[in-house]
């Protein structure tokens, strides 16, 4: 990409920087840390979706400010900058649920699963004894949380430590589901992205707008709070 500032060592006098399109790799710890300052700041932006060219221009207004030239601009962007988010998330969004929509059509028709009103896939693996929690009620879960890949973005058993919760204060789909369930019970959840991480996703986890998979064992209803004791 031409002209493209490729590193952030412009920020350390003295430091040379490519400007093609070969990668630059960090070997000092001054560079190292420098790298690491572009990732998180390339993190924090990722909603915007922004393409290489459009990329020339963040380059370019941050070598401009970090080296004090006097083309350097003080723009009011926040308003603008937060609705240019918002509309490349839904855009993002819009283009994950449309991927999806096959994957839940085909979930939707495997034996035993069924489809609630709500649009969430629930699929009965083991059925549990005794009363099915409320919404009001605390329970002790143990879960595998999964894209639409299979790639795996939580796992409880992992850490061996079982998630607690209101059962009320949930993802929708979490909620939903467990209320269908009996202690001792395991099921199957498919999510679409309205009864889990919506258009914003879970960060680097989940992309925004798509669904998610849980593979839910509820250990125990009627938890008491951690503040109760006794």
Do not use: W
Request: proline share 6%; aromatic share 6%; charged share 25%.
């Amino acid at each position: 990409m031409r002209g493209m500032l490729v590193c952030l060592a412009l920020l350390v006098p003295g430091v040379a920087c490519q400007r093609d399109n070969a990668p630059v790799t960090p070997r000092t710890e001054e560079q190292k840390l420098l790298y690491a300052l572009g990732v998180h700041m390339g993190r924090g932006q990722a909603v915007l979706q922004l393409t290489s060219a459009e990329l020339e221009y963040v380059f370019q207004g941050m070598r401009e400010q970090a080296l004090r030239e006097q083309r350097a601009m003080e723009l009011e962007i926040s308003d603008e900058l937060a609705e240019l988010a918002r509309r490349r998330m839904e855009q993002q969004a819009a283009r994950e649920k449309e991927k999806a929509r096959p994957f839940l059509e085909q979930v939707a028709r495997e034996p035993g699963v069924v489809k609630t009103e709500s649009g969430l896939l629930f699929r009965s693996l083991a059925e549990g004894t005794g009363p099915s929690p409320s919404a009001t009620d605390r329970v002790k879960v143990h879960f595998r949380g999964l894209r639409m890949d299979g790639g795996e973005f939580e796992n409880t058993y992992q850490k061996d430590k079982p998630f607690e919760f209101q059962v009320g204060r949930v993802l929708p789909c979490l909620t939903e589901a467990v209320q269908r369930m009996k202690p001792g019970g395991k099921a199957r959840l498919v999510c679409p992205s309205e009864l889990a991480f919506g258009d914003a996703g879970l960060g680097e986890a989940v992309a925004g707008g798509a669904p998610v998979v849980f593979e839910l064992e509820l250990l125990e209803s009627g938890v008491r709070p951690p503040n109760e004791g006794g």
